[in-house]
């Protein structure tokens, strides 16, 4: 049987038309809906310490306040990025994008990761330059330590809220969104520290707090980058799953081995591409069936959003090439031309591309079976034949009604 490639898009029941509410009707609702109830929440927290942290900060004289409150100023922008992106990322498939937009939510992530670092990589060389003249370095204000007290409050309290919503719909970008306001909370509890430790006398620990909180914001930001990095570039899955998907695939009835196997991330799916061998003498249809059963099984187990499953007849990796063999019309006339026959003589010629030459099964008719005399010129004539022909290695002679 020649290769057969079987390529099936999961998401085709999405696309059912290009109407409006088809093309912006989210592909899977509940999380669409949760991370836009969260992201809102998240918003309007940044937004109020956003300015009070900003104007505490100011007036207070810390620096480090200041510098957490351009953090929730960020995580405001991130948010506002995160709408945009679950709003787009959740779109169908359609002409343009099969498998989909949910890689919009990771090039958002990519720029959320790359926004923060380059805020953090700010402030810590605003706070290092400052701190080279410490005589100049204030004391701040107490009231800038209950803002960065209830600030540490409301960020742990979110970082709690949204990570619950992110595992419950399994959201990677939510859940990097909650980890994001955990390293809030951690640098206003740095902040607090800071302003602590310039109240009691060690002016400088102000200073010091806003350089360490550059150096969370960049790190978080850089982290969240080479993530989105990875994807981007076409990752495959860890090799436990990709293991696990390989022993469904080989449990499969009908497929006798497995010689090669990749996987991609795409936001919090994966797509996977499969060649199977099989029996090669069966049908296309029953290779077909294979095929499809092999691939629902995957998409059943595992956390998949597409698998393209290719049916081998042989390991492409060990067996001999069979493109430079010629195609079915001229092999047919060179059979018949080798054989002394005609194309009337068969009712049927199965042809068998494996390992660089061909098995032939020839289902000759009734009457040219009736002549026991011409029968066994035949296999005599097919046996010289294939023994020193360039294409042919195995001829095999059935027998069937002729066509009524």
């Not at 955990?182 to 509890?189: F, K, N, Q």
């Not at 998409?299 to 597409?306: A, F, I, S, Y």
Request: proline residues 3%.
């Amino acid at each position: 049987m020649a290769k057969h490639s079987h390529s099936h898009s999961h998401s085709h029941r999405h696309t059912h038309g290009h109407d409006h509410k088809s093309v912006f009707e989210p592909a899977h609702p509940e999380r669409f809906a949760a991370a836009q109830k969260s992201t809102w929440v998240s918003i309007g927290v940044n937004l109020m310490l956003t300015l009070l942290q900003v104007l505490a900060g100011y007036f207070g004289r810390s620096q480090s306040l200041m510098a957490d409150g351009m953090h929730s100023l960020s995580d405001l922008l991130a948010d506002i990025l995160v709408l945009f992106a679950n709003r787009h990322g959740n779109r169908h498939a359609d002409a343009n994008h099969p498998y989909g937009h949910a890689r919009i939510e990771t090039a958002a992530s990519m720029i959320l990761g790359v926004s923060l670092a380059a805020v953090g990589v700010i402030l810590l060389v605003s706070a290092g330059l400052r701190l080279q003249h410490p005589e100049n370095v204030q004391a701040v204000h107490p009231i800038t330590f209950w803002i960065a007290l209830v600030a540490l409050a409301a960020k742990e309290g979110m970082f709690r809220y949204m990570l619950a919503v992110a595992q419950r719909v399994r959201s990677q970008m939510l859940v990097a969104n909650a980890w994001h306001a955990r390293s809030d909370a951690a640098s206003s509890l740095v902040v607090m520290v800071g302003i602590g430790g310039n109240l009691l006398g060690y002016t400088f620990l102000d200073l010091v707090a806003a350089a360490v909180v550059g150096g969370m914001i960049a790190h978080m930001g850089a982290k969240f980058a080479l993530e989105a990095l990875s994807e981007l570039v076409d990752t495959g899955l860890d090799e436990a799953e990709v293991e696990s998907i390989r022993n469904t695939l080989l449990s499969t009835p009908g497929v006798r081995s497995l010689h090669e196997l990749r996987t991609r991330k795409m936001a919090d799916n994966a797509l996977v591409d499969a060649h199977i061998i099989v029996d090669p003498k069966i049908s296309v249809s029953e290779g077909h069936y294979i095929a499809e059963t092999a691939r629902l099984a995957v998409l059943n187990n595992h956390h998949v959003l597409d698998v393209m499953v290719h049916i081998d007849p042989e390991d492409d990796a060990l067996a001999k090439p069979n493109i430079h063999l010629p195609s079915r019309q001229f092999l047919l006339e060179h059979l018949c031309k080798g054989l002394g026959v005609t194309t009337q003589s068969y009712n049927q010629c199965v042809l068998h591309y494996l390992d660089g030459k061909i098995d032939a099964e020839v289902y000759l008719n009734t009457t040219y079976c009736q002549d026991k005399d011409n029968l066994l010129k035949l296999f005599d004539i097919s046996k010289t034949f294939t023994e020193n022909d360039p294409y042919f290695r195995h001829i095999k002679f059935l027998f069937t009604d002729a066509p009524k």
